[in-house]
Nanobody, 124 residues
Framework: VQLQASGGGLVQTGGSLRLSCAAS????????VGWFRRAPGKERDFVAA????????SYADSVKGRFTISKDYAKNTVNLQMNSLRPEDTAVYYC??????????????????WGQGTLVTVSS
């Protein structure tokens, strides 16, 4: 499956952005879709994930209460609504897919395909 992440940009502290992940050629059926991010000079970290069938979600502690991951069946996209953004949220955000169990969703190694990344910059 090929993935396309979009929606990044420049926003001030406290602002909001909405990222989208689209799958070309097929739907997300059978997959869990995750969002990861890589801040400058750091490793890529888990942000959130959602199972396409059923809707179970998981969030990193650093984004709980601020970010919401959701599915759009009509558009075949997975969205990441990011509110109350902070400068430390600045990163390239990637979407990816996995077939792994819930316990593995935060593990980068379990993901099978990745989008190209979209840059989010939060100014202070």
């Amino acid at each position: 499956v090929q993935l396309q992440a979009s929606g990044g940009g420049l926003v001030q502290t406290g602002g909001s952005l909405r990222l989208s992940c689209a799958a070309s050629e097929r739907t997300f059926g059978g997959y869990t879709v995750g969002w990861f991010r890589r801040a400058p000079g750091k490793e890529r970290d888990f942000v959130a994930a959602i199972r396409w069938s059923g809707g179970t979600t998981s969030y990193a502690d650093s984004v709980k209460g601020r970010f919401t991951i959701s599915k759009d069946y009509a558009k075949n996209t997975v969205n990441l609504q990011m509110n109350s953004l902070r400068p430390e949220d600045t990163a390239v955000y990637y979407c990816a897919v996995t077939r792994g169990p819930f316990s593995t969703w935060s593990s980068e190694a379990m993901y099978l395909a990745w989008g190209q990344g979209t840059l989010v910059t939060v100014s202070s």
